[in-house]
T-cell receptor, first 111, second 111 residues
Framework: QKEVEQNSGPLSVPEGAIASLNCTYS??????FFWYRQYSGKSPELIMS????GDKEDGRFTAQLNKASQYVSLLIRDSQPSDSATYLC???????????FGKGTRLSVIA | NAGVTQTPKFRILKIGQSMTLQCAQD?????MYWYRQDPGMGLKLIYY???????DKGEVPNGYNVSRSTTEDFPLRLELAAPSQTSVYFC??????????FGSGTRLTVV
């Protein structure tokens, strides 16, 4: 059974701070990694994808991947109250099997 | 470009009733998926399809059926509804290994 683990939170950070969200996965053959943002009562929205070890930056978001440690993270710089949401980590295993999602981390940015 | 369209948005069913959740996408994606999301439990895969005429079971298929007669449509059928099927249902679509686009969801209550 492929597993994706995230701390459920809530993670509370002050406005303007860096929020760090973490995710570990069990399938060492996993190839593709995604972060989704889900506002309360809404559907998940793709915000970042990463396929290679290292960092990938997009605006205030940075995804980090370490395949040796089976670890993916999402950093949100200059956090805003509008970033308050649940962040879902999702992983594609080998052979293009469907995405496996973590349970999500709830982020609260305090103004 | 509508993306992924789900209907209905809300539904209340009585125990033992049946219904079909509709999902349609206009992005010419081959892959389509049905997930359910329960509070604090993340997204669980019910069924998925890699193309018209092909469907496969996910993690929690019991009590559900699907069909995929066209690339655009992927309806989910609930037979003999049970309280355990109370959930939010999300349809999604993708290219083979890309990030998913989700529909807005169907909130189903079985009483």
């Amino acid at each position: 059974q492929k597993e994706v683990e995230q701390n459920s939170g809530p993670l509370s950070v002050p406005e303007g701070a860096i929020a760090s969200l973490n995710c570990t996965y069990s399938d060492r053959g996993s190839q593709s990694f995604f972060w989704y943002r889900q506002y309360s009562g809404k559907s998940p929205e793709l915000i970042m994808s990463i396929y290679s070890n290292g960092d990938k930056e997009d605006g205030r978001f940075t995804a980090q991947l370490n395949k040796a440690s089976q670890y993916v993270s999402l950093l949100i710089r200059d956090s805003q109250p509008s970033d308050s949401a649940t962040y879902l980590c999702a992983v594609f295993g080998a052979g293009n099997t469907p995405l496996v999602f973590g349970k999500g981390t709830r982020l609260s940015v305090i103004a | 470009n509508a993306g992924v369209t789900q209907t209905p948005k809300f539904r209340i069913l009585k125990i033992g009733q049946s219904m079909t959740l509709q999902c349609a996408q206009d992005m010419n994606h081959n892959y389509m998926y049905w997930y359910r999301q329960d509070p604090g439990m993340g997204l669980k895969l019910i069924y998925y399809s890699v193309g018209a005429g092909i469907t496969d079971k996910g993690e929690v298929p019991n009590g559900y059926n699907v069909s995929r007669s066209t690339t655009e449509d992927f309806p989910l059928r609930l037979e003999l509804a049970a309280p355990s099927q109370t959930s939010v249902y999300f349809c999604a679509s993708s290219y083979s290994n890309g990030g998913y686009t989700f529909g807005s969801g169907t909130r189903l209550t079985v009483v």
